[in-house]
């Protein structure tokens, strides 16, 4: 039964892994080549280091607790895989002193991250902060973040419990539970279970032991559907995300050849080459590193915390711009899935029946958001691609910067006067 869950375990991971890649690999194909030791460097700070967690500290402290508690109890997987597959118990108890120490620092973890986890779900819930309650996160967004917080404080829960019955077994010289172990944390709530007998003792022990393995692998598989994939999409995303100062915008190559067409710099070598698309109005426009970016977002809301355009009350909100983006890739992907390899027409697109207009032109393009998040995601490049596109592809920018664009093509001014006038304008 155990070599099955794990078979079946891996097997939906592994699916769902080149889900998320087939996903991903919708986007337009960037160079990432370049700059390998900053990227190295950026991905070790923000990723593995939680370098811009502390900025605000209490937040940055609890996440900490939880990141690094979680991901080190998790190696105790690797005992539990052997004692599932060869039917023995704590095959690792042959280290000795070693192996109590790592049981005793296990615990301690696991008491700091149900300690965090309890703390975000009192903000997230009781506290109300106002952050995680935008509309964007309105229903299956909140229930999504509850169920990881439910997730794992079971989970943490069930490893103290095992231990805690694990530790009276072995006071009371029951076979297989050999002394080991040190229990710093399970043996303060193991007096709740010590009037239990033996049996009963050993059956909660074990439906702890298989609750949490199964807990394991059904977290590890909810994750392709949940916000959480930053738990593994955050490495790969800061090390592939452009390297340049936050605030630059790229030019897009297809204008820039046509422009140097225009002045000669380059010639036209006679071949015919496909129409370009100006701008994005849909996934498939955007870069493979953007869609990346949504998978990414960890949803917590400091971007739109920050985002001045959101704080006056505009419809704008960077969170939900890669929200969106994340939903509409998961249907596309869906959408190909279903149909062979082949994408069949919804008569939907990113632009207008998930992210409006309005949304796109109360973007001031500060940057704040990219410098809020954790994991410098920037929704700007996004906006500014959709952007690009209602104007040169559907000449549909609003009446005020139709105006400016038509003052600078003809006095090389936006506010319509000649530069030679400019002194004299402004001494009036």
Known sequence: MFILLVIAGIALFVRNMRRLRHNIRLGTVVDTSDHKRERLIRMLRLALGQGKMGVRPVAGLLHLFVYVGFIIINIEVLEILIDGIFSTHRAFGFMGGFYNFLIGAFECLALLVLVGVVTFYIRRNVLKISRFHKKELQGSAQRDANIILYAEMVMMSLFLVMNACDYLLQIREVAPYAKVGAFPVSQWISPLFASFSTPVLIAIERTAWWGHIIGIFAFLNYLYYSKHLHILLAFPYTYYAPVKPKGELNNLPSVTREVQLMLGTIEDNGAEEPTPTFGASDIMHLSRTQLLAAYSCT???????????????????????????????????????????????????????????????????????????????????????MRRYIVMEQSAAPTSLNKMMTQIENTSSPWGYHPSEREKVWKE
Not at 314 to 334: A, F, H, N, W, Y
Not at 358 to 380: D, G, H, K, Q, S
């Open 299 to 385: 949803e917590c809301g400091r971007c739109t915390d920050e985002c001045p355009a959101n704080q006056t009350g505009k419809l704008l909100s960077p969170r939900k711009i890669m929200m969106d983006t994340r939903r509409r890739t998961q249907e596309v992907g869906e959408n190909i899935r279903k149909h062979k390899g082949v994408f069949q027409p919804d008569n939907k697109q990113l632009l207008g029946d998930y992210i409006t207009p309005e949304e796109l032109w109360a973007c001031t393009t500060c940057a704040a958001c990219v410098e809020a998040c954790p994991m410098e995601i920037n929704p700007l490049s996004i906006i500014m691609d």
